[in-house]
């Protein structure tokens, strides 16, 4: 697999890094020319010295026959011109954007490129990690609409010995899989919620805390 | 058309500024977004429209400049990539009905026209009439000559 990475910084040396480990060919395009000399040192890839967003630059980088654009750099807008290039110009077969304003993630998926934002992401793992000991994934889905999130019910769970359908749920909410001894269900309101099963949740952003409560009860 | 337009400029620089000067001056409804707040200065004292201090690669900026209601959208930053950004957005996302964007590469254009986002290339543009200037001088030379 041929890697183009557009970018900066420890990011892009400890992806570029990664990627190289695992086999692929990597090359980077880079504006700064001392960076430049010290990732073409360090790194055993190609690098080539420009501005990725000019389409004689992406060529000499060899964009024609590149099966993954990954566009990381500060900038927004250099980012989504450097993906529609590599897409349209050089047809690409995959392009990824990294949207630093984290709204810019869902204005380019509208543009047509893929996009990532590290703040969500790196935020939804805060909230995985550091918030309640139950959660065990936070996934957020379409653009960060949906949550699918599964938690680990305990003795203590209000809700542990209930029948679904007992259980009064905030709108937009669903209880979507349960697995019991690594068996999963698709429940319905006659089946009962128990500790120790792990329930998957599928909530909005703005249900989501009233869910968990539900769940999980009041807890410091 | 009405007889007022509602027309967002991005980029108050010379280009910007001054399309903001006159289209003001004829009675135009200006919005000029630029995030550098000492480029304002640069506006005629009877310019009547907003000034929007931020960043208009960011969504948040382009709502307060109610990109919604507009008729026209002029990205004229000194930088292609942002122009090329905020046009596509104004077009695309807030269904602007004509986004004029600035782009100096004039490789850049061609792939733009593509998107469907209009560009001016000044660089193209003087090339052109340079060239033109240079013809018809000879044109004049030869006629003389002969």
Known sequence: MKVLMAGRGKTLYFLCRNFTAKGYTVVIINRDREECVHLARQLSALVVCGDASDATILKEAGAMDADVVLAITPNDQDNLVICQLASIQFNVPRVLALANDPDNAEIFEKLGVSAFSTTHIVGSLIEQRASLEQIINLMPVGEGRVNVTEIILDADSPVSGKLLKDIILPKNALVAVVIRSNQPIVPRGDNDLLAGDRVVLITLPENHGAVLKAFTGERK | ?146
């Open chain 2, 1 to 146: 058309m009405r007889n007022s337009l509602y027309i967002v400029i991005v980029g108050c620089g010379r280009l910007g500024s001054h399309l903001a000067n006159q289209l003001s001056r004829v009675g135009h409804a200006i919005v000029v977004i630029d995030s550098n707040e000492e480029t304002f200065n640069d506006l005629s004292p009877d310019f009547s429209g907003f000034r929007i201090v931020g960043d208009a690669t960011q969504m948040a900026v382009l709502k307060q400049a109610k990109l919604k209601r507009a008729d026209v959208f002029f990205a004229t930053t000194h930088g292609d990539n942002v122009n090329l950004m905020v046009a596509q957005v104004a077009r695309k996302l807030f269904n602007v009905p004509h986004v004029l964007a600035r782009v100096f590469d004039p490789r850049r254009e061609q792939i733009y026209d593509q998107l469907g986002v209009e560009t001016i290339c000044p660089t193209a543009v003087a090339a052109e009439m340079f060239l033109m200037a240079v013809a018809s001088h000879r044109a004049a030379a030869g006629e003389v000559k002969s």
